[in-house]
């Protein structure tokens, strides 16, 4: 792999009028960054990386896309209650273009700045364009897949199925007006990290994630570090505006098993129900935590109804970027 000198440079001086952040005390120019960590709570760490033809078209706007990197990755701090702190950026690139740069660097430094995140180092690569991002925050209260107990009720955020509606238009196999097209590109493009519901709920529930493959797929993952089943009512579901929208009939089944929403799933003991409800959060209850006990692993441990029966999707799989 060769090097493409001079690139980061780019995104370095673009960044160099931002302020810096809290505890970077020596940022992106040295060897490493110097950072201090908050006085009290704990580091959270995460890291992703986007592939083009995998993750996003290649040919997306390098603004879009650099916002999406970063904010899917915030929520992933917010799904453990962290707050954003710094973050590094790792490029692959297939061949210098100023131009491409520019954009991705002005999409990133509006999404940094937005959520008050520091980019504090970087490197660039020759090869076919991937983006990696490792976020890191700080937290007191994290919050984990781990304490779901029986009993405990089901929580979503806010609505889903927008940007599993909206991939067919983004990917432009379905062709759409203007005001649709926008609003399935910031569907897609401009998840909302729930940092600030994360903040509310931390001291209520006793597990939470971020829904990036589906609730049905994620709330799994919670069942499954925490021992335990889910029984879920589909009708209870929030069903994006645009999914109806744009899906028809099958909303329903985009907002159960459609991904890259970033949305939170939550658990909340039912004793501290009424305290949650006092918030005045768009959070909605959906379902309940059952026994796990005689489940695999791999076993269903979440379970559809609609209408009294057992639901089941209709589509095999999903597809995501
Ligand atoms: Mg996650």
Redesign the pocket.
């Known amino acids: 792999m060769q090097a493409t000198p001079g690139e980061f440079e780019i995104i370095r001086d673009y960044f160099a009028g931002a302020p810096r952040g809290e505890g970077v005390v020596l940022g992106i120019g040295d060897d490493c960054a110097l950072l201090q960590p908050p006085a009290d709570g704990l580091l959270a760490t995460?890291v992703d990386t986007l592939v083009a033809g995998r993750h996003f078209p290649a040919d997306a706007d390098p603004a879009a896309i650099a916002a999406r990197a970063l904010r899917v990755n915030l929520?992933?701090l917010a799904?453990m209650n962290a707050r954003p702190l710094w973050f590094t950026l790792a490029l692959t690139l297939p061949h210098s273009d100023a131009e491409w740069l520019r954009g991705f660097a002005d999409g990133l430094l509006q999404t940094a700045q937005a959520y008050g995140v520091s980019l504090v180092g970087g490197d660039t690569t020759k090869g076919p364009l991937s983006i990696t991002i490792q976020v890191t925050g700080g937290s007191t209260a994290p919050l984990r897949r781990d304490g779901a107990s029986v009993g405990d009720a089901v929580y979503v955020s806010g609505p889903l199925g927008a940007a599993a509606a909206a991939l067919p238009l983004v990917l432009g196999q379905k062709l759409a007006g203007d005001s649709e097209r926008k609003e399935a590109q910031r569907a897609y493009y401009f998840p909302e990290p729930q940092l600030a519901t994360a903040a509310a709920i931390a001291p209520l529930a006793s597990s939470a994630?971020?829904i990036?493959d589906g609730l049905l797929a994620d709330l799994g993952h919670i069942c499954e570090q925490s021992r335990v089943s889910a029984d879920i009512d589909l009708h209870a579901l929030p069903v994006a505006a645009i999914a109806r929208q744009l899906a028809g009939e099958g909303a329903l089944e985009l907002a159960a098993c459609g991904g890259d929403d970033y949305q939170l799933c939550f658990t909340v003991p039912q004793e501290r129900i009424p305290e949650l409800e006092q918030l005045g959060l768009e959070a909605v209850r959906i379902g309940t935590v059952i026994e796990g006990a005689g489940l695999s692993d791999n076993g269903e441990r979440v379970r559809a109804w609609l209408d009294g029966e057992r639901w089941f999707p209709e589509s095999a799989g999903y597809q995501h970027f």
């Open positions: 995460s929520s992933d799904a994630l971020d990036s």
